[in-house]
């Protein structure tokens, strides 16, 4: 019975120290920035460039820079891809953005910045996109036959223009309430930031009400409330499980298995990130609690990448869509990558 | 009697859509089936990459995000 009280007071400690403390000046701008994404920028408009370009370096570079708007978590990313690739789109391109967005989707980033600090933040970016481009010349290399002979049948989107000036500004504004708190109070009380952050709400919000129309306003808050019912709620668990498996994890294993700059660490990681269901974010608070419990930076790394973009339901969904096949390869291509890049950041960057 | 389909691989989304069709054709008592289309072929065939999107008719209406019961009435008038 004892047992059982600590473990609920390691996971509501665990959601006090990763949700609680983070949600006014982290997750608040957070999710309005991931529903401002969805409603303003015409994602069509990205898919279609990215579609008709037959330049692959182009088209692989369209794919990497705009997989951080098109999808704002892993959720919709599937529906995305295949229906790119069905599109006649390369395959190339296709599995760029399977695997970009959750790896480095918006979300995630800021709530990784958050928690484990900037030089993380970067290094998963970096990662996330030269992994980017091995995955888009290995799967168009493997796949070249049926490459030939597809041609883009996408539809040309009305509006060309990705996003408008003045919602291109209200973004900004939005980034910049996210990052100000944190850079401009470095140190200090909490209070601090919150001033900070009140601040940057309020120009963000009487701008929005001076440029934009108040239907656009209303339809951006209403994709903003819809991240929020579908992310919070697996976070609050997620997090909470987190706080009762630092409980109840040796930290004996975790350094023995997942410690160092080994190899071995590194692809352990990367499986477990590859099967394990990670729901967006969950990933963050769940790696800086093996962290604190000795595993290494370099499979830290590995686990933040492979964590949200890949789990065992995931990969049979890829598939079902594009093939067994693609769906092999394409696993088996995340793994070596994820084992490298953890060995390698491990041992040369951090 | 009109077409109206939803098309999505069946997430959060799709489903509130779908609720909304078929709540917009109650209030306007007419004649009309919502069907969902699941099939990426098909999804993509219409054109559409980002779901949930609405069709009535055949025709798309909106990709890319849930639509209001008021906007789908209008278009169904």
């Known amino acids: ?350 | 009697m009109r077409k109206i389909e939803i098309l999505g691989m069946g997430c959060a989304k799709c489903n509130e859509l779908e609720a909304r069709a078929r709540k917009a054709v109650e209030e306007l008592k007419i004649e009309a089936e919502v069907k969902k289309v699941t099939d990426m072929k098909v999804i993509s065939g219409y054109g559409v990459f980002v779901t949930p999107a609405i069709a009535i008719d055949g025709v798309v209406k909106a990709a890319g995000r849930v639509v209001s019961v008021d906007e789908i009435k209008e278009w169904l008038k």
């Open chain 1, 1 to 350: 019975m004892d047992f059982l009280y600590e473990l609920t007071i390691a996971g509501l400690l665990s959601l006090k120290e990763y949700v609680a403390l983070h949600v006014i000046t982290c997750l608040i701008p957070a999710f309005l920035l991931a529903g401002a994404m969805v409603t303003f920028i015409s994602r069509e408009t990205i898919i279609y460039y990215l579609g008709a370009t037959a330049n692959k370096v182009r088209s692989f570079a369209l794919a990497s820079g705009g997989s951080f708007f098109v999808a704002a978590c892993s959720c919709t990313v599937i529906p995305v891809s295949s229906g790119l690739y069905y599109a006649g789109a390369g395959v190339g391109a296709a599995f760029i953005i399977l695997w970009v967005a959750p790896a480095s989707n918006i979300l995630a980033i800021v709530y990784t910045g958050a928690l484990l600090g900037s030089k993380m933040v970067i290094v998963r970016i970096v990662s996330a996109l030269s992994m980017a481009f091995v995955v888009g010349f290995v799967m168009s290399y493997f796949f070249h036959k049926e490459e030939l002979g597809r041609t883009f049948s996408g539809f040309v989107p009305k509006g060309e223009r990705v996003i408008g000036k003045k919602e291109a500004v209200l973004l900004i504004l939005i980034v910049a309430t996210l990052l100000a708190p944190n850079y401009l109070v470095q140190k200090g009380p909490y209070l601090h930031k919150v001033y900070v952050w009140a601040i940057g709400m309020l120009i963000t919000f009487l701008y929005a009400k001076k440029a934009i129309q108040k239907e656009m306003i209303k339809r951006w808050l209403e994709e903003t409330w819809w991240f929020v019912k579908i992310i919070l709620p697996l976070l609050l668990i997620g997090v909470f499980i987190v706080g009762v498996i630092g409980k109840i994890l040796p930290q004996k294993w975790v350094e023995t298995y997942l410690g160092g700059t080994s190899v071995f660490s590194s692809w352990f990681a990367t499986v477990i990130g590859q099967i394990m269901y990670f729901a967006t974010m969950t990933e963050a608070p769940f790696v800086h609690k093996m962290l604190s419990l000795g595993m290494g930076k370099g499979p830290a790394l590995a686990l933040l990448l492979t964590g949200p973009g890949m789990s065992l339901p995931n990969i049979l969904a890829i598939i079902k869509v594009f093939g067994l096949k693609k769906g092999i390869v394409y696993t088996l291509l995340i793994m070596v990558l994820g084992t490298f890049v953890g060995w390698f950041t491990g041992n040369y960057v951090f």
